[in-house]
């Protein structure tokens, strides 16, 4: 056996106790968010010096085993694609990293090709991660071997990845880089889990909503609600319910009847007979309201800034142009140089200097080093 699974308190203390001396650590998360209601964690791995643990959060309480090695900022905690992880820690367990460093972004700042995990340890190392359980349950119990070793393998390799990429940047001059980045995921995960989106519309996460009628917007609205509450109650993935599409259709179509709804393309027949009588009821409800007693899709000044201005989209463009020049004189994809909402943000609060510039969120310090009197540049020209 390549692992140790961790899925007793006894186990969980001799883990605790490997911990409680390691220099640094490899970790990552297998959460449930593909089949589940929710994105709930179901697994834990773990590398320290050269074994691996695989952690089943439903068994062992991963707060107290986690809590003190995650807080201790001398002690490195390497990760691939790490932000989602971070919020499911944070938001399930209040577990917060200190210490991240993460092989994404050092791939992405040193401007390599294939950043994802598989590809990086095959082109680096030959190592061929198996894809068979990209999509499993990982809620599902017990979990079989393969699945357990499949998990293991994700932490296995992860020193060896980061100890490279660490001396590449060190030779190109971008480890503060990284680490800025690294610091910044830390603080954004953890300002994420402490956002309140409960009261988000439901409607504007689905394509094409946008266009419909206020009483289309409004059913459309019920029909989700109604899919979710049967998601929560069977513990599945809303879409493995019923998909946008299809409750999308339905509300164009308004259908009549169970028969009627089962004949909506990608409507599974199985919930129309055990389920649409009530979603039907609650569409007819709808379609025969006032208007003026509906809720019409969000307006944009609801949901954040709306569409910008003429000149400052103009500015936006030409502060691109600056951000895409330095990108190909770094060798950097353009994004990971300074995204376009950033762009956006300049050019529409238009900074007069270097420390109104480095205010904007997401403007880091390397950026303003490499970018910044370039974008200034561009702002004294178009005032």
């Known amino acids: 056996m390549t692992y140790t ?59 107290a085993l986690f809590g003190d090695v995650l807080a201790r900022e001398d002690v490195p905690v390497v990760m691939h694609g790490s932000d989602f992880d971070l919020r499911l820690l944070g938001g399930q367990y209040g577990l917060r990293i200190h210490g991240l460093f993460d092989t994404q972004i050092a791939a992405s700042l040193l401007g390599l090709d294939g950043l994802g995990l598989a590809a990086l340890l095959e082109t680096r190392f030959g190592v061929k991660l198996s894809k068979k359980y990209q999509r499993a349950d990982w809620a599902e119990r017990p979990l079989s071997d393969d699945m357990l070793e499949y998990a293991a393998s994700d932490t296995r390799y992860l020193f060896r990845l ?37 009261r988000e519309d439901p409607v504007v996460r689905v394509k094409g909503a946008r266009d419909l009628s206020v009483h289309q917007v409004a059913a459309l609205r019920e029909a989700l609600n109604w899919r979710d509450e049967i998601a929560r109650a069977k513990d599945r993935a809303p879409f493995r319910v019923v998909g946008d599409g299809p409750l999308l259709d339905a509300v164009a179509r308004h259908p009549r009847s169970v028969d009627q709804l089962a004949d909506v393309k990608g409507f599974p027949g199985s919930l129309a007979r055990s389920d649409g009588e009530t979603l039907l009821e609650r569409l007819r409800a709808v379609i025969g309201a006032d208007e003026a007693e509906l809720r019409p899709y969000p307006r944009a000044s609801t949901r954040g800034p709306g569409r910008p201005t003429p000149e400052v989209e103009e500015l936006a463009n030409r502060l691109k142009d600056a951000r895409n020049r330095k990108a190909g004189e770094l060798g950097l994809p353009r994004g990971t140089v300074l995204s376009n ?21 997401g403007m880091r310090p390397w950026r303003l080093k490499v970018l910044g009197r370039d974008l200034l540049e561009v702002l004294e020209q178009s005032g």
């Open 5 to 63: 699974h961790v899925d007793t308190p006894g186990a969980a203390g001799d883990l605790k106790h490997v911990l409680s001396s390691a220099t640094r650590i490899a970790l990552d998360c297998e959460a449930a968010g593909f089949h589940r209601y929710d994105n709930r964690l179901c697994l834990v791995q773990v590398t320290v010096g050269d074994d691996t643990y695989v952690v089943d959060p439903l068994a062992v309480d991963i707060t």
């Open 162 to 198: 980061g100890d490279e990429l660490a001396a590449e940047l060190e030779a190109a001059g971008r480890t503060e880089w990284a680490e800025q980045e690294c610091r910044a995921l830390e603080t954004v995960a953890v300002e994420a889990d402490e956002a309140d989106d409960t």
């Open 341 to 361: 909402a950033v762009l956006l943000a300049i050019a529409t609060e238009a900074p007069k200097n270097m420390a109104e510039l480095g205010a904007i969120d």
